[in-house]
């Protein structure tokens, strides 16, 4: 079991870059699978991107592919979510969640530990 928190969110203009963090105090975080998914107001959770937990498979969704890049460094139980060229339709509750199996999957069902979520708004 694993509890996730994640950090870095924020208001940016558009063009603009983030870098999201989602942290965990257990050890055994760097065995997890982890994702990123996104809610904006009315609308449902969408997958973003995942990472497997060696960092050997990534998966992004079409929309922040090329923008978005996934990374981890499991000596800090740390995933990163680096955020270029934001647009104003990226402003969402950002959400990290695990997944016990090393498979990066854009499945939320498939993940069973979330965290709290972190706000992204991008101005135009």
């Known amino acids: 079991q694993v509890q996730p928190a994640e950090s870095g969110g924020g208001l940016v203009q558009a063009g603009g870059s983030l870098r999201l963090s989602c942290a965990a105090p257990?050890?055994?975080?760097?065995?997890?699978?982890v994702g990123w998914f996104r809610q904006a107001p009315g609308n449902e959770r969408d997958f973003v991107a995942a990472i497997s937990f060696s960092g050997a498979t990534t998966y992004y969704a079409e929309s922040v592919k090329g923008r978005f890049t996934i990374s981890r460094d499991n000596a800090k139980n740390t995933v990163y979510l680096q955020m270029n060229s934001l647009k104003p339709e990226d402003t969402a509750v950002y959400y990290c969640a695990a997944d016990f199996a090393d498979r990066a999957t854009m499945f939320d069902y498939e993940y069973n530990y979330w965290g709290q979520g972190t706000q992204v708004t991008v101005s135009s």
């Open positions: 257990e050890r055994t975080f760097s065995s997890y699978t």
